[in-house]
């Protein structure tokens, strides 16, 4: 930051340069957002960070940005375009479109996980301690793994709409209709640690049904 004259206060914010005049009013001097670009040609986009991207049935690249808090489509003619986010770090909506809806891309635990399902077009991406899926035909979101009551380590043959995580899952990939999850969690009891790592299914096609594939299905106890 920085105070010039006749009152004016220039900043610095997310790749501009900008002033507020004493009446106010913000205005860009120089630069462009981290989210510049869309409906351009994607060479000329700026981004954030790109943790996580996978393609889609229509061989296009869907971007997730999790600085900029925004999903980003590039299609095969080389054009990108916003599809998800307003640059807000929050869950979204499920009663709104997912454009120009906040979008949870990033914690302290780090970015979001992201993968699709190529054949139904649908987008999946952790939500704080839970998987929401985004329709990219109808652009909404809707919760489909987690926050709920269940610990993971117990909810095996329960529906996704049960299951909770301590913390945000890892999702590791798509395939015969089935999410793939990497989970983790611990408690201290009875002076040993206790760990509960694991990689789970959800069946797309049975409400998210969750069956354990790999790791100790409950806590297993290290002293």
């Known amino acids: 930051m920085f105070l010039g004259l006749q009152g004016r206060v220039f900043v610095m914010d997310r790749g501009r340069l900008r002033v507020i005049t004493p009446e106010g009013q913000l205005f860009t001097v120089a630069g462009q957002s981290f989210s510049y670009g869309d409906k351009e040609k994607a060479i000329a986009a700026r981004f954030g ?20 808090n925004r999903i980003r489509k590039i299609s095969s003619t080389g054009l990108i375009d916003s599809i998800a986010g307003d640059g807000s770090n929050q869950g979204p909506d499920t009663s709104k479109p997912a454009l120009n809806n906040p979008l949870y891309s990033s914690s302290w635990q780090g970015a979001v996980s992201f993968v699709i399902d190529r054949q139904r077009d649908h987008a999946y991406s952790t939500v704080g301690n839970a998987v929401f899926k985004l329709d990219l035909n109808t652009n909404r979101w809707s919760s489909v793994v987690g926050s709920s009551s269940t610990s993971y380590l117990y909810a095996d043959n329960k529906a996704g709409s ?5 913390y945000s899952p890892l999702i590791l990939g798509f395939a015969e209709n089935k999410l793939l999850l990497a989970t983790n969690s611990w408690s201290y009891q009875n002076g040993g640690y206790h760990y509960g790592n694991a990689l789970k299914l959800y069946n797309s096609q049975s409400d998210y049904t969750q069956t354990h594939l790999l790791g100790n299905g409950t806590a297993a106890s290290v002293e």
């Open 49 to 68: 960070q790109l943790y996580y991207f996978d393609i889609d049935k229509n061989n296009q690249v869907i971007a997730l940005d999790s600085t900029e």
């Open 162 to 166: 049960a299951v909770s995580f301590m």
